[in-house]
């Protein structure tokens, strides 16, 4: 059983920047595939980025150059960091565990509750 709790979210303007963090509890987090994943009103769950056990990192096209996903296993963590936000990255963003090394969110079964992020114009 693994338990994530997001932290980082709010109000910037676009241009501005946002750290996320995802902290998990469990003795396994180093062997989870940590993604982040966000939802935006009216639409469906959207994969934003993964990283495998090794180190390995994945990135949706719409936020590639912008945002860094990172962990840290000693710390139990998983870090979002956002450059350059859009209006179109407001969201409520979630992080999420899987064992398999996928960015389909329906092979994620543990994850975190949320926490919005709003970009204004």
């Known amino acids: 059983q693994v338990q994530l709790v997001e932290s980082g979210g709010g109000l910037v303007q676009a241009g501005g920047s946002l750290r996320l963090s995802c902290a998990a509890s469990?003795?396994?987090?180093?062997?989870?595939?940590m993604g982040w994943f966000r939802q935006a009103p009216g639409k469906g769950r959207e994969h934003v980025a993964a990283?495998?056990?090794?180190?390995?990192?994945y990135y949706a096209d719409s936020v590639k150059g912008r945002f860094t996903i990172s962990r840290d296993n000693a710390k139990n963590t998983v870090y979002l960091q956002m450059n350059s936000l859009k209006p179109e990255d407001t969201a409520v963003y979630y992080c999420?565990?899987?064992?398999?090394?996928?960015?389909?969110?329906?092979?994620?079964?543990?994850w975190g509750q949320g926490t919005q992020v709003t970009v204004s114009s």
């Open positions: 999420a565990a899987s064992r398999l090394t996928t960015m389909n969110p329906n092979a994620y079964a543990y």
């Open positions: 469990g003795r396994t987090f180093s062997s989870y595939a």
């Open positions: 990283i495998w056990s090794g180190g390995t990192t």
